[in-house]
């Protein structure tokens, strides 16, 4: 009798992975605790690293579940967050935990995908004319500083 899950590798299991990943916000652990015929967790990763097509499709499924998580960041805006006063007896919104809950899918789809969903910073352009005017400095120095031996 076997015991554990499976860890043989198959490209259609690969592919089932990589599809499921890519339509769902949870992460591996909770996806692979709903799908009992698929590996551990670990051995998904190491799969990734021995097999190039399965690391290669679930770097696509990751960019892709970043959409998935930003569709679940709108849902999470329209579902109240209340919670039962007992002292007031009133039902009150929980605003730091609606935060906190944004702020974490934010973080996830700006890592899964940082070109669309990530900070946008300036960047300095260099300015090429100064390694030029410091050459021609040294040169001068150079020039001026020549010792006949």
């Known amino acids: ?22 339509a ?9 605790n709903l799908n009992p015929h698929w590996p551990d967790r670990s ?11 399965f690391r290669d499709r679930y ?6 579940q970043a959409d998935v998580v930003v569709e679940y960041m709108h849902e ?4 109240p967050h209340v919670y039962f006063n007992p002292e007031t007896g009133q039902n009150k919104v929980d605003s730091p935990l609606l935060k906190l809950k944004l702020d974490h899918f934010k973080w996830h789809a700006a890592k899964l995908k940082p070109k669309e969903y990530g900070d946008t910073k300036q960047l300095e352009t260099v300015n090429t004319d100064i390694s030029d005017d ?10 001026r500083n020549k010792k006949e031996y």
């Not at 770097?59 to 892709?64: E, G, N, S, V």
């Not at 999470?76 to 579902?79: G, H, Y």
């Open 76 to 79: 999470l805006m329209n579902e």
């Open 43 to 53: 051995n998904i990763f190491k799969w990734r690293l021995r097999h190039p097509y």
């Open 24 to 32: 769902s916000e949870l992460g591996l652990l909770h996806l692979v």
């Open 1 to 22: 009798m076997e015991r554990g899950r499976p860890t043989k590798y198959t490209d259609e299991l690969a592919d089932e992975i990589c599809d499921v990943v890519s």
């Open 134 to 143: 410091c050459k021609k400095r040294y040169q001068d120095l150079d020039e």
């Open 59 to 64: 770097l696509k499924a990751k960019q892709d």
